[in-house]
């Protein structure tokens, strides 16, 4: 009957003597349920995107800006040194990182990411379900002469970069599984950016139209004025119709463009829609069935039917605002994930959530800092 006595002696230790218990360990942070990422001067914030709760503040020093990595968890921040890996759901930011010399940006499709470093011109690709398990090694390629390009990869294993140097940009390439050269265009003056649409058409922008590549062959769609450039545009897979920006004077400090472009890549026409409005590089977004979002500088979102180029309603979020002249300094960014619409408000230091099927603006959520660029877990 060693058991009772071994219990009594237990009690007598605890009694008389002194005890020293194990801290309870720190509850774990619950997962961010479809976080949100708002950079701001001197780190970024990581939200909840449904209740819009701060779940993190992660100090970051330097212009930082955020890109969903391409699978459910993971964001890629651009710092000054490359391409960081911040897990959102967790939330942590990671050691890993992609180096990359002046890194620029960043693109997802069909299962690929694809990351564009313009001080060097190499382009890295990489399965983003694989960021789970350490830096994923993926391929290297490296473009002719550094530029601010941007490439992306398609089904079929092709590979489309930019062509350009740090003086000039002119048009892109197209390369094969062995990334031997299949097609050129260098009818792009001032290549700039890409969308992709429905049917894996590729649409790149010029400083007079844009490049479309689709089903192997290229077709220039030019704009209807000498000087119309095209350089930030908005696809989806829903729709044939990718929605770019539109500026007409090449002499201006800071333009602030009224119209935005619609390019129909079946038909190859393109065509302008008023909107009554300024708005930046920051106010383009698609949503779910492919209508064209565009957040003005009048504080409202216009919704735009892309198949009858005419804005069908708006949406009032903000009051007015005005495009600051430095382009790395906050204004309102807009980010949609499904039916959820997501604006920021750097002036009052808030941010939105709207639905877009009612127009109504379901959260706010009010932040310490100006929110800068904001982006998100897309799935």
């Known amino acids: 009957m060693r058991f009772p006595t071994l219990i009594a002696a237990g009690l ?7 005890t020293t218990r194990a801290a309870a360990p720190s509850p774990s942070p619950p997962p961010v349920a479809d976080p949100l990422v708002a950079t ?3 780190g970024l914030y990581v939200l909840d995107g449904k ?8 100090p970051l020093a330097g212009y930082n800006r955020v890109n969903p990595a391409g699978d459910d968890r993971h ?6 040194t490359g391409f960081r890996v911040l897990d959102a759901v967790s939330p942590a930011l990671k ?3 992609f180096k990359a010399t002046k890194p620029g940006h960043v693109v997802r499709h069909g299962g690929t990411t694809v990351l564009f470093a313009d001080g060097s011109g190499e382009v890295t690709l990489f399965d983003p379900a694989q960021l789970g398990n350490g830096l994923p090694k993926g391929e290297v390629y490296t473009a002719a002469a550094p530029h601010h390009g941007v490439a992306i990869k398609l089904g079929n294993g092709e590979l489309v970069v930019t062509l350009g140097t740090e003086e000039e940009r002119h048009g892109i390439v197209v390369l094969d599984k062995d990334r031997k050269e299949l097609a050129r265009s260098e009818q792009c003056p001032g290549v700039h950016g890409e969308a992709t649409a429905k049917d894996e058409a590729v649409v790149v922008g010029c400083e ?8 192997g062959k290229f077709t220039k769609i030019a704009s209807p004025d000498k000087y119309g450039r095209i350089g930030n545009q908005s696809g989806s897979d829903a729709s044939p119709i990718v929605l770019g920006d539109y500026k007409t004077d090449p002499d201006a400090e800071n333009e602030r463009p009224t119209r935005v472009s619609l390019i129909d890549t079946e038909t190859g026409k393109l065509r302008l829609v008023g909107l009554g409005a300024s708005y930046t590089f920051r106010s383009l977004a698609r949503g779910p069935q492919g209508e064209a979002l565009v957040l003005g500088t009048d504080g409202k979102i216009h919704v735009i039917d892309p198949v009858a180029a005419k804005v069908v309603r708006t949406i009032p979020v903000l009051g007015t605002w005005t495009e600051p002249l430095d382009w790395q300094q906050p204004r309102p960014n807009i980010f949609v994930r499904a039916q959820s619409v997501y604006v920021t408000d750097p002036a009052k230091k808030q941010l939105h959530a709207i639905d877009l099927a009612s127009g109504k603006i379901l959260k706010t959520a009010s932040l310490p800092n100006s929110p800068n660029e904001l982006s998100g877990i897309t799935h």
């Open 12 to 18: 007598l230790l605890t009694a008389c003597g002194t």
């Open 40 to 42: 701001y001067a001197g």
């Open 51 to 58: 209740t819009l709760r701060l779940a993190k503040d992660i």
């Open 75 to 80: 964001m890629l921040v651009s710092t000054a």
């Open 95 to 97: 050691n890993d990182e």
């Open 208 to 215: 007079n139209g844009v490049l479309l590549y689709r089903n």
